[in-house]
């Protein structure tokens, strides 16, 4: 059974070029939604004025247009990602979330509870091995 819906969760890889997750999901859905998380759990130990989140947030911008101009657009939340991934999924009734993978313990906790909600859901998280900056 083909995947109807798929939810691309960008995190370190903000590009639609050479993006495997997005190639995957592309391939196998017939509506592809993306999202970014400003996730809580991380941004917890920064200073609000910190130059990273500013380079992040015009990263993003930046590929909401690409994303717009292929027809899409980028979804941004503000949150526990542990919770609001699952979540979105079930709102936009994604049977698959696709991401690339993120190799810090932390980032390994999450993906794993992540995949452990949307498996309770029905639902899949799929990992491909990417390049990340």
């Known amino acids: 059974m083909?995947?109807?819906?798929?939810l691309v969760w960008f995190r370190r890889d903000l590009r639609v070029f050479d993006h495997a997750a997005l190639h995957h999901a592309l391939r196998a859905s017939s509506a592809v939604y993306c999202v970014f998380v400003f996730d809580t759990a991380i941004l917890a130990g920064l200073p609000r004025d910190d130059r990273r989140l500013r380079f992040i947030h015009a990263s993003l911008l930046e590929l909401d247009l690409e994303l717009r101009?292929?027809?899409?657009?980028?979804?941004?939340?503000?949150?526990?990602?542990?919770?609001?991934?699952?979540?979105?999924?079930?709102e936009l009734e994604a049977d698959t979330v696709h991401v690339n993978g993120d190799y810090e313990p932390d980032a390994i906790a999450r993906d794993a509870a992540v995949a452990e909600a949307l498996a309770a859901a029905g639902r899949t998280l799929?990992?491909?091995?990417d390049q990340v900056v």
Not at 2 to 6: C, V
Not at 72 to 82: E, K, P, T
Not at 126 to 129: E, N, P, Q, T, V
């Open 2 to 6: 083909p995947i109807s819906k798929s």
């Open 69 to 90: 101009r292929l027809g899409g657009g980028l979804i941004v939340r503000h949150g526990a990602a542990r919770e609001l991934i699952p979540a979105l999924a079930a």
């Open 126 to 129: 799929l990992s491909y091995k």
